[in-house]
């Protein structure tokens, strides 16, 4: 699909919806996310992505041109970081049945558009049904390469969950966007960057300026979604 009619399909220009962006800090207050209830499991899963990705820099990164890594790399690097959020989540919370699929495609409930995404994170209520939580959107280079996929995948989630708060997050590896959508309206943050050249020297300044995507990813799964009526059993985190 063309830029013009993904934006007509979603109901939003992408060039309104970068010039609203909104701090990252302002989409987590949106989530209903508290610092204080989630600062010991968050400092863990912290600690874990700093050691990944130094990790990932150290073994395969194939250079310091961060924003120009190759697609199958920054895939690599999205694993690297989510994967522990995901893990420390279903662990504290005890949602068991929250899932990481790879190349997962997500179909519109009209069948009119449908699309893979490199990562796609959904919490089964049953056998046969599950409720999509949130996706990532790798692409080397420009975020706004991938924003357009992502707009149309976060749409069709919520088409399908009925309703609820869905997120996504678009991303080249080191430069990161969180998206949400309400059924209604799209909100975009600012950019989050997750690495720094000299990181693996100093691991206080990447906790303290760096970190916060970690939040983000953490407050997706614990609110994503989630339909009102299923709050009670589901949104415990």
């Known amino acids: 699909m063309s830029q013009r009619e993904v934006e007509v399909k979603v109901g939003v220009s992408m060039i309104e919806l970068g010039s609203m962006a909104i701090p990252p800090k302002d989409m987590l207050v949106t989530a209903g996310y508290n610092f204080d209830e989630v600062s010991e499991v968050i400092t863990t899963v912290k600690e874990e992505v700093y050691k990944q990705i130094e990790r990932y820099i150290e073994v395969e990164a194939p250079s310091l041109d961060l924003p120009n890594l190759m697609e199958a790399y920054a895939n690599d690097l999205v694993y690297s970081i989510i994967s522990p959020i995901i893990y420390e989540f279903k662990r504290k919370t005890g949602r068991k049945k929250v899932r ?100 693996g020297k100093d691991k206080d300044r990447w906790m303290r300026d760096y970190s916060l995507l970690v939040d983000c990813v953490y407050a997706a799964l614990s609110n994503g979604g989630i339909v009102e009526k299923d709050a009670p059993s589901r949104a415990n985190c």
């Open 100 to 199: 990481l699929l790879r190349e997962k495609q997500i179909i519109s409930t009209d069948l009119e558009t449908g699309g893979f995404e490199e990562f796609v994170v959904v919490d089964a209520v049953s056998v046969t049904e599950h409720k999509y939580v949130l996706i990532v959107e790798a692409k080397r280079g420009l975020l706004g390469a991938g924003l357009g996929q992502c707009l149309l995948s976060l749409k069709d989630m919520s088409d399908n969950n009925n309703g609820g708060v869905v997120y996504g997050f678009i991303t080249t590896g080191d430069n990161w966007r969180m998206l949400s959508y309400d059924g209604v309206s799209f909100r975009m943050t600012e950019n989050l960057h997750v690495m720094f050249e000299t990181m």
